[in-house]
């Protein structure tokens, strides 16, 4: 699957993981149940691999626009 994203909805995406991961890996440390520690495991899991993967995306110069063929 993909997903297609402005470059604003990245960023936003982006500052969004980011502010959220703290509290979640708290969650995780506090959490009692080994069923729903495992489900936020997951979850932060694919958080920080979104997280690294649009970090990648914002930080990269947009690529220039090929010029229109004749």
Request: hydrophobic share 45%; charged share 25%; no cysteine.
């Given at each position: 699957?993909?997903?297609?994203?402005?470059?604003?909805?990245?960023?936003?995406l982006h500052d969004l993981l980011h502010d959220y991961l703290p509290a979640l890996r708290r969650e995780v440390a506090r959490t009692d149940s080994k069923e729903f520690r495992?489900?936020?495991?997951?979850?932060?899991?694919?958080?920080?691999r979104l997280?690294?993967?649009?970090?990648?995306?914002?930080?990269a110069p947009a690529a220039p626009a090929a010029p229109a063929a004749r």
């Open positions: 699957m993909q997903i297609h994203l402005t470059d604003q909805e990245a960023h936003n495992h489900l936020l495991v997951q979850r932060l899991d694919l958080a920080e997280l690294v993967d649009l970090s990648r995306e914002v930080a």
